[in-house]
């Protein structure tokens, strides 16, 4: 189980950090990471860290933005949003994958993230 936290209201130029605890299945043998979905638009990718945190990835639309990061031995997951933008407005998912860059079989509920302009 992933449960998100963290969401809010923000103004443009702002910042916001994401949280997500795991429970329920071993956190270190998964690769981590967060999607997001914005109204009316379809779920994208936006990073993802590997197991042991060595490696990481990004969307385009938020490198050198965000960074994603992990602790393992809290079963956390982060994301750490700066120069936050309206069009960073959309709920936020948590995601595991065994596969670095496969699809992810554990979503979490979501937490929105609200940008205002």
């Known amino acids: 189980q992933l449960v998100e936290s963290g969401g809010g209201l923000v103004q443009t130029g702002g910042s916001l950090r994401l949280s997500c605890a795991a429970s329920g299945r071993t956190f270190s043998n998964y690769n981590m990471g967060w999607y997001r979905q914005a109204p009316g638009k379809e779920r994208e990718f936006v990073a993802t860290?590997?197991?042991?945190?060595?490696?990481?990835n990004y969307a385009d639309s938020v490198k050198d933005r965000f960074t994603i990061s992990r602790d393992d031995a809290k079963s956390t997951v982060f994301l750490q949003m700066n120069s936050l933008k309206p069009e960073d407005t959309a709920i936020y998912y948590c995601?595991?994958?065994?596969?670095?860059?496969?699809?992810?079989?554990?979503w979490g509920q979501g937490t929105l993230v609200t940008v205002s302009s």
């Open positions: 995601t595991g994958s065994s596969i670095y860059y496969g699809y992810p079989e554990v």
């Open positions: 860290i590997a197991r042991g945190g060595k490696l990481t």
